[in-house]
Structure formats: structure tokens, C-alpha cells
């Protein structure tokens, strides 16, 4: 059984992404990692270069500026690194996303149990998504709680987008994987970096959607959804988290959007009823 890991990045050091550490930390359990660098106005190139490991594979892409389509150049990026890739499984890991150390035996294990099981396309991962600082995550159905990120590379399968795939079925329509779940969790990081840098990355790629930047104030959000973490974080990204200590505040006095108050009522439908509202890119099999 061979594994592929595979991402897309572009001006990864500007914009404050912990690439160098996501890129660590699936290492040791692919027996490639192909990265599809974008034209950059950082040394994000040169970074990844001086990793200097022989499983990486880098390809340099130019994104296309004039695609504004509900943010379809992403899907493009990922698809040119995962056409690249050769091994029986595809993982996909985004700059900001990291495996935790403890977690590789029961990655490896399901790669292995699932390789020759035509039922299972994808393995799907739970998600922490750090908020404000280390200390903090968000538990909303607003916020994706799983999402595949191994997918077989001996199925049709293309991405609409950075998030999900879509798998081509006999007469080639687009379904959700069939997927099992892993019981791992991906730990995202892209909430942690300095508002600066966030509203800079706003800037820059809002456009991709059709979208103009607003400005971004991490204080502005739902301060229901903020759930303190109890768990260790990986080793290797350790000292790239800021060091605050405690829960991260919101602002009391924000006023919710229409969005956030309907995520509201379904998260107090979840907890009356036991049931599970985020949005699912994929069939679950059990």
C-alpha cells in the first residue's frame, strides 16, 4: 500500500500559514507529498525547497486571476497536485492543517483495512478549528465538524472547490464519496494567525469569489460557539501557536448575523434532539 500526500499553497509566508509544520507533520506516513506551489510574492517556494526531503514532489502553477467563480481556482489548484499523484490512497492536507503525532498508526491502519474494499472511497476526518488563540475552538454546525481527506486514487473523483470532492459515477454525474470515518482529527489553525495576516489573506483572495474584502475582527463572532480545548497539540506546531493563556473572548456585545442566529437554533436542536446539522461532503458508511 502506497499514500500520497498532496496540497496547493501561494504566498504561504505573508499570509502567516503553517506549511513548512502541516507539511511535517504528514510525512512520515506518505510515501510521496506532492505540492502545487502557486507564482508567489514570497520566498514560499524557496521554504518548501529548503525542507529539503526526497518524498517531496513540487510543481509551480499560475493561478487564473480572471476565474472569480465561487471560489472554483482552488478546486483547480488541488486537482493539478492530485493528478500528480501516484500512490493507492490520495491525502489532502491545506496549508493550515496539521496530523497530530499520535495519530499515524490509526491513519495507516485504516488506509490498510479500506485498500482493496471498492465501498469505501474516502476516509473522513473530525476537525478542531482553533479560534483566537490556542486555547479555543468553534463547535457550530456552521463550521464543518468532518470532512473527507483521503480519497482512493483509482476513482473518478475532481474537487468543485479547496473543501470536498465529487466522484463520477457510471454515467459520469457527480456524487459525494461513500466514506469511513477515521475517528482522527485534523487540527486547522488557519483562525489562529494574526488578524493581520487574516485580513491580508482576505484581500488577496476574496476576489476568487467575486467578493470584496471586509474587515475581519476576531472578537465578532458567536460567542456560544467558543469551546475550550482540553487536548495536547501536535508536537510540531507547538511553537508557532501564540502563547495567550485562556479561553478567547468574543466581543458580548456583537450582534449576530442572520446566519449565525440560524446556527444558533440548530445548535440548540442538536443538543434537544441528538442530532448532527453541518453540512456532510460525503456519504457515511458503517
Not at 490556542?134 to 468543485?160: D, E, F
Not at 457510471?170 to 494574526?194: D, F, L, Q
Request: glycine share 6%; hydrophobic share 35%.
Amino acid at each position: 500500500m502506497t499514500i500520497s500526500g498532496f496540497t496547493f499553497i501561494k504566498n504561504g509566508e505573508i499570509l502567516g500559514y503553517p506549511f513548512v509544520e502541516s507539511i511535517k507533520s504528514l510525512l512520515p506516513i506518505v510515501d510521496e507529498f506532492v505540492i502545487n506551489v502557486g507564482e508567489s510574492e514570497d520566498n514560499t517556494l524557496e521554504i518548501i525547497k529548503n525542507i529539503n526531503n526526497p518524498k517531496i514532489r513540487i510543481i509551480t502553477s499560475k493561478w487564473n486571476d480572471k476565474m472569480k467563480d465561487r471560489g472554483y481556482v482552488y478546486g483547480q489548484q488541488k486537482m493539478i497536485a492530485q493528478f500528480n499523484c501516484t500512490g493507492d490512497w490520495a491525502f489532502y492536507l491545506e496549508g493550515d492543517e496539521i496530523i497530530h503525532e499520535n495519530d499515524y498508526e490509526k491513519i495507516l491502519n485504516a488506509c490498510k483495512k479500506y485498500k482493496d474494499n471498492k465501498n469505501i472511497e474516502a476516509i473522513i476526518f473530525d476537525y478542531y478549528h482553533f479560534y483566537g488563540n490556542a486555547n479555543s475552538y468553534l463547535w457550530s454546525p456552521g463550521w464543518y465538524r468532518k470532512a473527507p481527506r483521503i480519497i482512493k486514487n483509482s476513482i473518478r473523483s475532481y474537487a468543485p472547490d479547496g473543501l470536498f470532492w465529487l466522484v463520477l459515477d457510471k454515467n459520469k454525474i457527480g456524487r459525494y464519496p461513500k466514506a469511513i470515518n477515521s475517528n482522527v482529527h485534523i487540527y486547522h489553525y488557519g483562525w489562529v494567525r494574526s488578524e493581520e495576516q487574516m485580513n491580508l489573506k482576505s484581500k488577496k483572495v476574496q476576489k476568487y469569489w467575486d467578493k470584496s474584502h471586509k474587515d475581519i475582527d476576531y472578537k465578532d463572532i458567536d460567542e456560544q460557539i467558543i469551546t475550550k480545548f482540553m487536548g495536547s497539540h501536535p508536537k510540531i506546531i507547538q511553537k508557532w501557536l501564540p502563547k495567550e493563556k485562556g479561553i478567547f473572548r468574543a466581543n458580548p456585545k456583537y450582534k449576530l448575523t442572520k446566519k449565525e442566529t440560524k446556527h444558533r437554533l440548530m445548535l440548540k436542536l442538536e443538543k434537544l434532539f441528538g442530532l448532527e446539522l453541518s453540512k456532510k461532503h460525503y456519504k457515511l458508511l458503517t
